[in-house]
């Protein structure tokens, strides 16, 4: 049964929402969760032996067969993997590894290539990886490196709208995609801002923010945006609002805008779009509550069709303080993870269907519960980040690393050969960080961006 919500019922508190599972509470403190934080750090050890064994520099390993692929760019490699990596070793103490990953960026780094990027991708996973990787050791080789693919990544946000072109040439500069999206249009601020602080350079701040409201003030009449959309001329191109992709970190971005720099704009914007959402997406299906796609002008309903990555807004919506609506929604989630094992990339909240049944090693639940343990210490976040990363071992665990999973209906599941680089900087770290109560952290002040890196709240010794 798919019933709409109002948002006051929600927030007022006057629904009975999935009450958390009586047993996640009972059942946590029986878990040995250092032994199980030093069981993530002897995984991530293997893997990154075995990265360094058959794909040292490259961009990803292949985990089934050894070999490696590229990305982001075509041909050529600028060790994403590795990249992403940096701070994960940093936070788990896996110093010896973290040094090789340093003496490997100064011996080899460059990106001084003529070949195209996508814009976000680079930006959130090289961008910040290196950011993150200098915050752990304080290196200015790795923060020249940011600003050098910070002025790389700068023309495509030279448009007439500010909204940026989805593609950039790293040696000409040349740009190219039109047709984007929020997440492709909004997921700068944390990276580009940090940079900014860093070098005194104000000019990557701007260039993020003049984006995020250049979309903003482009949303309907009652609030929501679309998630398609010209970068030139400022026309929507689609009619669906969606707290999935191509939308998510859109609405992360805008919170995370006021996390981390104190910026009203930021929060503002973020109240909007989040007050939107709540009073037009959220439904309930059966026990749980869903964020359903619907038409940006009237609210309708579109779809029942969640896309895996939504599961990261239960995290974020915790944050922004509606932490029942958030809780419910994660359950949600955490439900489906019992039910199959692994999250599939596509699930249907109304008929209950797998509709894509691969698994891209994702991260987004476990980051929602990374989220929701960090603001209420909640055992049931560490029991559901516990199922997520024990149900990985068992099922994604390949030959040479961890592995995609190219139908989890079938047993046993079929494993396809790609670990995508999102795998080094996100679940490990959230597993590691949820399970493990490091001294390298401060669990009270922090900041992690959309692909997990941390840019606030690593603690030298
Ligand atoms: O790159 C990752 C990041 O979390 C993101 N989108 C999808 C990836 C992980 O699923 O913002």
Redesign the pocket.
């Known amino acids: 049964m798919d019933s709409r919500i109002g948002r006051r019922g929600l927030l007022g508190g006057g629904l009975t929402l999935a009450a958390a599972p009586a047993f996640a509470q009972e059942g946590a403190s029986a878990v040995d969760w250092h032994a199980l934080a030093a069981d993530v750090r002897a995984e991530m050890r293997w893997a990154w032996a075995n990265y360094r064994a058959h794909a040292w520099g490259r961009d990803q390993i292949l985990p089934i067969s050894g070999g490696y692929e590229s990305f982001p760019l075509k041909t050529h490699h600028l060790g994403l993997s590795l990249i992403e990596a940096m701070d994960t070793l940093w936070v788990m103490g896996l110093d010896a590894e973290f040094a090789e990953a340093q003496r490997w960026v100064r011996a080899h780094l460059s990106f001084d290539v003529d070949g195209e990027v996508s814009v976000f991708?680079t930006a959130?996973?090289l961008l910040g990886g290196l950011l993150s990787a200098h915050h752990a050791s304080g290196d200015p080789m790795l923060l020249a490196h940011a600003r050098d693919l910070g002025n790389r990544l700068l023309p495509a946000f030279a448009t007439p709208t500010g909204m940026p072109h989805r593609f950039v040439n790293l040696r000409t500069g040349a740009t190219r995609g039109t047709q984007t999206n929020p997440?492709e249009i909004g997921?700068y601020l944390p990276e580009f801002g940090t940079l900014s602080r860093l070098t005194g350079d104000p000019r990557y701040h701007h260039a993020a923010k003049r984006a995020q409201v250049a979309l903003f003030a482009r949303r309907s009449t009652i609030g929501l945006l679309a998630d398609g959309i010209d970068s030139d001329t400022g026309i929507w191109l689609t009619r669906r609002a969606t707290v999935g992709?191509p939308s998510?970190?859109y609405y992360?971005y805008l919170w995370d805008g006021w996390q981390l720099f104190g910026d009203r704009d930021c929060k503002a914007m973020y109240d909007v779009c989040t007050a939107a959402i709540v009073k037009y997406q959220a439904v309930r299906a059966g026990p749980h509550t869903w964020f359903g796609d619907v038409d940006f002008e009237t609210g309708g309903p579109l779809s029942a069709q969640q896309d895996?990555?939504a599961a990261?807004y239960g995290g974020l919506l915790a944050q922004g303080g509606a932490p029942a609506l958030a809780a419910a929604y994660t359950r949600a989630w955490a439900a489906v993870q019992d039910r199959f094992g692994i999250l599939p990339e596509g699930y249907d909240y109304l008929t209950g269907e797998a509709f894509a049944p691969t698994n891209?090693l994702?991260?987004?639940l476990a980051?929602a519960a990374f989220n929701h343990w960090l603001l209420d210490r909640a055992p049931e976040w560490r029991m559901i980040g516990r199922t997520h990363y024990l149900n990985m071992k068992r099922f994604n665990r390949a030959r040479f690393g961890y592995a995609q999973i190219e139908d989890m209906r079938v047993q046993p599941m079929v494993q396809s050969d790609h670990c995508?680089?999102?795998w080094w900087s996100?679940q490990m770290k959230y597993y590691y960080l949820l399970f493990s109560d490091t001294p390298r952290f401060d669990y009270a002040r922090n900041y992690l961006s959309?692909?997990?890196n941390v840019l606030l709240g690593l603690r030298r010794a």
């Open positions: 991708e959130i996973r997440a997921t992709p998510d970190s992360e895996e990555l990261f891209a994702r991260p987004e980051d995508p680089g999102y996100e959309t692909e997990g």
